[in-house]
Each structure stands twice: as C-alpha cells, then as structure tokens.
C-alpha cells in the first residue's frame, strides 16, 4: 500500500511541474500573438491612411491605435518597416498560407526571436 501512494505522490509531481512549465513557456508565446496583432493593426491603419493622404504617415501618433513595442520608420516616400522585439521564435518557420507579393500584406506571425523588421509599402489609390 506504501508503494501506491508513493507512486501516486511521483505522478502528482510530475504533473504539476508540467503545468508550471507549460504555463510559463506560454507566457511569451502569448505575448508574441499580441505583438504580431499590434504589427498586422498597424500596417491596416498605415494602409488606410496612405489611401486617404496619398502618401505614408509620419509617424505612429498618425494614426489612431495602440501599437506598444511597434516602431515604424519609412524607407522611402512609399515604403516603410514596421518592427518588434519577439520573445521567441514562431515555430513555423513556414507558413502554410502564401500571399502574392501584390497584396501588401505583412505576414509578422513567421518570425525570428528578437528584434525583426517587416517591409510595408504604401497602399495605391488607383480611384483618385
């Protein structure tokens, strides 16, 4: 009977120093998602604002949002980089989905860990 609980006070152990690690090890995966939803909001806000101005904002504090731990600098008069410090690196390196490179779309989820840049470029408005 000693041996049971033995065996049964091991597997309580193990299990809840799998829980602790899986909820640490989330915690900058989490916080990666979040980055990469402030980098994809940012490039639509961009993307509005150059289809309404005809050209790039100055600055972030252009256009309405929170984009905390996203820098944004422009290359060009039409191009820009939007940039983020990732905790770690996404696991796909990658992506099952592809997009042409026509459609402007930044794709920050397939990053590497730390300081990563993406390349934007200004939303044309062929009506005006």
Same mark, same amino acid.
């Given at each position: 009977?000693?041996?049971?609980?033995?065996?049964?006070? @091991? #597997?309580? @152990?193990?299990?809840?120093?799998? #829980?602790?690690?899986?909820?640490?090890?989330?915690?900058? @995966?989490?916080? *990666?998602?979040? !980055?990469?939803?402030?980098?994809?909001?940012?490039?639509?806000?961009?993307? *509005?604002?150059?289809?309404?101005?005809?050209?790039?904002?100055?600055? !972030?504090? *252009?256009?309405?949002? *929170?984009?905390? =731990?996203?820098? $944004?600098?422009?290359?060009?008069?039409?191009? $820009?980089?939007? %940039?983020?410090?990732? !905790?770690?690196?996404?696991?796909?390196?990658?992506?099952?989905?592809? $997009?042409?490179? /026509?459609?402007? $779309?930044? /794709?920050?989820?397939?990053?590497?860990?730390?300081?990563? %840049?993406?390349?934007?470029?200004?939303? !044309?408005?062929? =009506?005006?």
């Amino acid at each position: 009977m000693r041996k049971y609980y033995i065996f049964i006070a @091991v #597997i309580a @152990v193990i299990s809840a120093i799998t #829980i602790v690690w899986q909820s640490l090890a989330s915690g900058p @995966v989490k916080a *990666d998602q979040a !980055l990469v939803l402030r980098i994809q909001t940012a490039q639509s806000a961009i993307n *509005d604002y150059s289809s309404r101005n005809n050209r790039l904002p100055a600055g !972030l504090s *252009d256009i309405p949002g *929170d984009y905390g =731990g996203v820098t $944004y600098e422009t290359t060009t008069a039409q191009t $820009y980089k939007l %940039c983020g410090t990732f !905790l770690t690196a996404s696991i796909d390196q990658h992506s099952s989905t592809r $997009y042409p490179p /026509d459609t402007n $779309y930044i /794709d920050a989820s397939q990053h590497g860990k730390g300081r990563q %840049c993406f390349n934007g470029s200004m939303a !044309l408005n062929i =009506g005006k």
